[in-house]
């Protein structure tokens, strides 16, 4: 179990930018981890994945580690943003395209 939080805690450090959902962004296995997906790629940056499908180790250990129960979750430079409803709603209101180009250092000209 510890190894478990291990690599999660390495994901998450790893990458600024870490969707963990259901399925893979071109075929997400769930209407939560999809709408996730769209909001994502709708800011046009790059991003990890985990298909928590393929890692039942993580899928039961990351809420707990998380203190978040659902899943998609999305984690932006080592901290939790939330899950599909918070991400549809900050990408509606252009929060989560700040937050996203803020966390891969780019500015817009």
């Keep these: 179990m510890s190894n478990t939080i291990e690599t999660i805690k390495e994901q998450i450090n790893s990458n600024d930018i870490l969707l963990y959902m259901k399925g893979n962004p071109r075929a997400p296995q769930c209407g939560f981890s999809s709408q996730a997906v769209q909001a994502l ?3 046009g940056e790059r991003f990890a994945f985990v298909n928590i499908l393929d890692n039942p180790d993580i899928r039961a250990e990351l809420p707990k580690f998380a203190n978040w129960p659902t899943f998609p979750q999305l984690w932006i430079k080592g901290e939790l943003v939330g899950g599909c409803d918070i991400i549809v709603e900050m990408a509606g209101n ?4 700040t937050l996203i180009t803020a966390a891969v250092g780019t500015t817009e000209e």
Excluded: I
């Design 94 to 97: 252009g929060e989560l395209q």
């Design 41 to 43: 790629m709708a800011c």
